[in-house]
Each structure stands twice: as C-alpha cells, then as structure tokens.
C-alpha cells in the first residue's frame, strides 16, 4: 500500500485569501490588502495584475471601497471557520495547514505589545481544529506582512525586519506551543523574485531596474536567517516541534535534448532548488554563489549569518506543485504562463484556463528529486487546479475535471511513495474557493467547497459540496487506496 499509516491528508489555506475582517479586532493592513482585483486584464498575465507602487498602495489605502481588494473579505473564514472547519471534518481531514497573520498579531510588525484578540483568534481556531481531529500546519509568513514594514523600510530589504519578523514567530511560538507542533516558516520563499511586494514587501519602483535582482536576493538573505533563527526558536521553545521549508516546485524539462538546451534547464532547476538547498543544508551552495559573482551581484551578510543559517536546519522539506514547464535557448520557442512564471510550451501536456501545464508524472518527478536530494521527509502542501465551476439550478456542482486532476496527482504521489520517497503528507490547494493569489479572481476556483462569491463580492457567501467532495472524502477514508 502506497500511504504509510498516520500519513496526513487535508488542505491549504492562507490567512489574506480566506479569512477577510481585514479591519477587525485591531488588525493591520498587509500587503495583501492592497492587492488589487482588475477585471480587464488578462488572466494569463500575472505580472499585469501583481503590479504595485507607492501610487498604488495610497490610493487603495485611500478607497473607502474595497470591491477591488477581495483579499479585505476573503471568503469570510474569521468569522465562518467553524462551518468551515466542520465540513473539512467530515471529509475526514487530518491536517490542515493555515497561516497566522502577522498583522492580527502586530498591526505593524512594531508594536511593543501583541494584540490580543488576534493571538485568541488563532487559540480558538486550533482548538476548534484539535477538537475535530485535524492537526494544524501552520505558515508564519505567507504574503501578509505588516502594509507597514514594506512602505517604511521597502519590506525584507532593511535588516531591521528580522527582529520584528522573529519576535512575532517567538510570540505564536510560546502562544501556541500546546496546540501546533508542525510549522513553516515562509511560503514559497523562492517567490521573492517573481512578485517581490506579495512576499517581501519591497515595492520594486524605489529600487533601481538594474538593482532589482541584487535588491531581491538580498531580501531573501534576510529571510533566510530569519527562517533559521526561527527554525531555532521553535525548537527550544516547544520540543519534538517540526518546522519545514516550502518551496514552490517548479519543474522544468529541456524543450529538447540539445545540449544547450539541456544546459538552461540545469541552471532553471539548480536556482528552483538552491532557497531549500540554504534552508536544508545551512550555506548557500558554492554554485549560486558563482552565479551572484557572474551576475555582480553583492550580498550584504553580517558576521555570525553563516553560523546562524547553520544552526537552523529544517526538519522536513515542503513544497507546492501545480505545473510544469519547459526550457529552451530558442528566443522563439512558445511560452505559457504557469504559476507567477512564464514558461516554455510543452506539447505533451494539456494546460488549464490560466495557461498552467498540467503534470501529474512531473509531480512524481519532483517527489523524488527532492527527496534524493536532501533525504528529508516530504510534504506536498499545495496542488490543485483552479477552475470555472457552474452551479447546476439544482444547487449542484459537477467537477470531473478537477476529480481527474487530483486522481492522477495522488496517483503519481503514491507511486513516489512505493519507489522510496519518505512523504508525511498531502495538504490540497484549497479545499474551499477562496480568493487567487495573482489574479484576485474569485472565479479561479480551487475547492472541494463552493463559495458563493463572486469577483466583485457579491454572492450570499454560502458553502455547498461539489461532487469533488465525496470524492475526496472517500480517497481519505481509504488511506489514498480507492482513487475511482
Ligand atoms: C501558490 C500560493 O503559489 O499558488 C497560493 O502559495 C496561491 O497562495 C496558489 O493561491 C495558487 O495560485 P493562484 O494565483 O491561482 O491563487
């Protein structure tokens, strides 16, 4: 049998796509609650619809309306989680990972104090979690810092942020020691130099063009030991805790066997791996570091950084998969979009209405490239596929496309498992419709669970089972084993 005994299997959430009351209890804005919905752009180009600059941040800090801003109301999971926790209960869930935002617990990521009706907010929903039977995975940073943080010091450039960044995870950490044994510190960390605001609050108009890349994996060096002094701190503070690393697996092929093509594709995957190399390993490998010099790129450290990054090693490795891509050193070759990338076409594969390739193999591929890679235990905690879903005037939702997407998913998972890969569990993204990262959409639809909601708010916010439901309930029951 494929699944070992105990393997976890759940959903992903994200506290900015889900939980709205952006405004609520004496939360801060976040960089998520600037992000704009724009209904006029396409869909297939994330890069127009991730666009930001101060301009932007005031003016949306200014609108009084926020039909733009889906990510203020989310799906309303503040206030509905326990209907929401219920229904990921009777699907049989075991784990489900959430994050904590930052700006519920320090509306600034400054305050002297945490706020706390935003620390009780997260005691009573892993409580509620614990109650059910569902262990929480829970991200400390996952595109949600503190508005604040980012226009102030341009986000992870400035050092300073470490300290604010690891005094919130000591907080969440002592809070919630009973209650949460398995963490990730950031998500997708990888991400920063494909949207710099959504994951690290720089706002990249302040930084000159031809700094931006040097800007971003300087940011990212300040993660990296804020991770590593986090990984630290949570084991000393709450024993046979496990904390993960999360990456957004973004495999690529050599378009053909041409050798410089196969060439591009090495360098593509080593720079996908190298932010888990770092937070596995504790250095940066010699290879990336050549790659800093080609590109002139100089990295400000402090002395003790490299002591640091060593003494905070994670415990497992955790990625997100959705697609794959191709490469190739032809300037011609087709591209088509994929998760905040833009990649080379593959034939072989179908792609989504975003323009994502889908990949069930390349999910396997990836499993065990990771896994022979670090010999850490694995978690697949995000895959799915969004979707247009049609509400049947019966009140029905028949999703086959996104049944077959999983089936084979879990399947390829399941035979990585049986060639040797040591996995703890498979988190979907999402379990209910929540907002889209890139896009703003509503109407990108993930979930076993509708939300009725649409791109512009409007909607009773009422949750109702798609066929995919049962469908997942059933895969669960069986341990992963009937996949029909
Ligand atoms: C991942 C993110 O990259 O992809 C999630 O961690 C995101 O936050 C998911 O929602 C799917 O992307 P999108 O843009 O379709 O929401």
New binding site residues.
Partial sequence: MSFPQGFFWGGAL?AN?VEGAWNVDGKGPSVADVATYKPNTDVKD?KAHMTINDELIEQAMQSKDDTFYPKRRGIDFYHRYKEDLALFAEMGFTMLRVSIAWTRIFPTGEEAEPNEKGLQFYTDLFTEMRRLGIEPLVTLS??EMPLALATKYNGWVDRRVIECFTRFCHVCFVRYKDLVKYWLTF??VD?IIRHPFTTAGIIPSRVPEDKLLETCYQALHHQLVASALVVKDCHEIIPGSKVGC?L?KLTTYARTCAPDDELATQAKTLENLFYADVHVWGEYPRLILKMFERKGITLHTEPGDAEILKAGCVDFVSC?Y?MTMTESVDPNAERTPG??VLGVKNPYLATSD?GWQIDPKGLRYSLIELYDRYRLPLMVV?N?V?AKDTVEPDGSIHDPYRIEYFRQHISEMGKAIDEGVEMWGYTS??PID??????NQMS?R?GFIYVDQDDMGNGTLARSRKDSFAWYKKVIATNGTDLT
């Fill in positions: 994200a796509q994330y996952h595109y998500n997708e991400s999360m957004t997100s959705y998760n905040t975003w995000e799915g969004g993204w999402a929540l907002i889209s990262a890139s896009t990108k993930y």
